[in-house]
């Protein structure tokens, strides 16, 4: 695999970033489809910095610093093919090469080795970021980046309209994006793959990096034939992602409103202590809203 990264500078943290908009919400979680979750478990706090926790009191979960991994059993491998929005998950790691060579000591499996692309940000200097993917659990895409920190730290998606998608996120939940003035929509290549027009948001500690279509049309051809749009998350190796609202219905009402479809009305589980609802945002992606903020018990 040839797959690309995120933009350099906002992997190390140095984008200048526009006037923060009021935070409607907080990064909850990311919800995976596996066949065993508690291997899935043990993979994820054995390789990356995370522990295993209790989820509400219901369920064995994975705290990452600030927010969940939720895992539902299913009993057949769900698609890890990237053709939905969501590309992989990531964590950091201060230095790259003593961190993948701990991982191949540890016998993890790579999609993707160490590949040096100091140079995608438009410099010259080698030698000064790195990434690799990992093959995860059902084959989730699990990058490992250069960074300032080796915590859980972002999610890289694919958009039919990056910049649009981009401007939604900012609306409906008020993250902020990293970089100033009016994003760019010129088309921006890398060797070959087109990464631009895109977009850098921040939520709370986890970078939302946002690529054209254009890059998975060619490097899965075959998966992109014919397709002029993602296709919904619900079922693939990363079902949805979850944001924590403070009024989850008074944020329904909002996002009605503003013409956001809402695929599952409100509901409760462990005896009331999760209200949750799901709504379908900028490229079919499967969000859970989550009244209250993620937290450890």
């Excluded at 002029?228 to 996002?255: K, P």
């Excluded at 209200?275 to 945002?281: D, H, L, P, T, Y």
Aim: proline fraction near 5%.
């Amino acid at each position: 695999m040839k797959a690309l990264t995120l933009l350099l500078a906002a992997a190390l943290g140095c984008c200048a970033q526009d006037a923060p908009t009021q935070q409607l919400a907080h990064f909850h979680h990311v919800h995976l489809n596996v066949t065993d979750p508690a291997a899935a478990i043990d993979f994820y706090t054995s390789k990356f910095d995370a522990e295993k926790a209790r989820f509400a009191g219901i369920q064995d979960a994975v705290w990452a610093q600030k927010s969940w991994l939720l895992f539902t059993k299913v009993a057949t491998p769900p698609t890890s093919d990237i053709t939905s929005t969501i590309w992989h998950i990531g964590w950091g790691a201060e230095d790259m090469k003593a961190t993948y060579q701990k991982q191949l000591d540890m016998g993890t499996k790579f999609a993707t080795p160490l590949t040096d692309i100091s140079d995608i940000g438009g410099g010259t200097r080698m030698g000064v970021f790195f990434y690799a993917y990992v093959d995860g659990p059902e084959h989730q895409l699990i990058e490992l980046n250069t960074a300032q920190h080796h915590h859980f730290g972002h999610i890289h998606m694919l958009s039919k309209d990056p910049i649009a998608a981009g401007e939604w996120y900012i609306k409906e939940f008020g993250l902020t994006r990293q970089g100033r003035g009016t994003p760019s929509r010129e088309p921006r290549m890398y060797k070959g793959f087109q990464i631009g027009p895109s977009m850098s948001l921040m939520m709370d500690n986890v970078n939302i990096i946002i690529y054209p279509m254009e890059y998975g049309k060619t490097q899965w051809p075959e998966l992109y034939k014919g397709r002029t749009e993602m296709e919904s998350t619900r079922g693939h190796t990363t079902d949805h992602i979850g944001f924590g609202v403070d009024n989850l219905d008074e944020t329904l009402a909002r996002l009605k409103k503003d013409g956001v479809k809402v695929t599952d009305e409100p509901r409760s589980v462990a005896g009331g202590k999760v209200r949750f609802a799901f709504i379908e945002g900028p490229d079919h992606i499967r969000i859970e809203l989550v009244e209250g903020q993620a937290h450890k018990d």
